[in-house]
């Protein structure tokens, strides 16, 4: 390679990279908790054996009026404060599995319903938060087929100002 070619490689090079420093995930560059927290989901998701449905689709599921069970994972307290995606139960699981309790499986099968086959959404208050996890992970245990959960939880269907119940 001549170093005419070296130098533009080198340059094409640290063209990419100073802009990716100013492309980051974080507004505070703050990567390494996103990072964890990415890292930490994608765990979940292998682990639990559910799918994953971002906000534009459930919205999109939920205006063409798709049937689709929404259940809110979150503690009611915070269904109240925060508001809930219209329609949504409300099936409250602990912050982890070792908190899990025999009422708390019972909460989620109720709200499922019995239709094994059919559309379930799970969500909690943000990526990070693992009540969704739990919730969709117990779901797939117990035989239902199309679980999936919304990682963006109440949060982020705020941010995209989608419409809430209180």
């Not at 130098?7 to 990567?31: D, I, N, R, V």
């Not at 927290?37 to 919205?59: Q, S």
């Given at each position: ?15 990419a ?36 449905i971002?906000a ?93 959960r ?8 705020t ?8």
């Amino acid at each position: 390679m001549s170093i005419l070619h070296r130098c533009l490689a080198l340059s094409l090079a640290l063209f990419a990279l100073s802009g990716c420093a100013s492309l980051g995930t974080s507004p505070k560059g703050l990567e390494l908790p996103i990072e964890k927290a990415a890292v930490r989901f994608t765990l979940d998701v292998k682990e639990g054996g559910y799918r994953v449905i971002m906000a534009e689709d459930l919205k999109s599921w939920l205006d063409t009026g798709k049937k689709v069970v929404v259940i809110s994972a979150m503690p009611p307290v915070d269904d109240r404060n925060l508001g809930t995606i219209p329609g949504a139960a409300s099936a409250a699981m602990p912050r982890s599995e070792k908190e899990l309790a025999p009422e708390d499986k019972e909460r989620i099968l109720r709200a499922a319903g019995n239709d094994k086959e059919g559309l379930i959404v799970v969500y909690c208050g943000f990526v990070s938060c693992r009540r969704s996890h739990i919730c969709a992970k117990l779901l797939v245990e117990n035989g239902y087929k199309n679980v999936y959960r919304f990682p963006a939880g109440i949060v982020g269907w705020t941010e995209a100002g989608y419409p809430l119940a209180k």
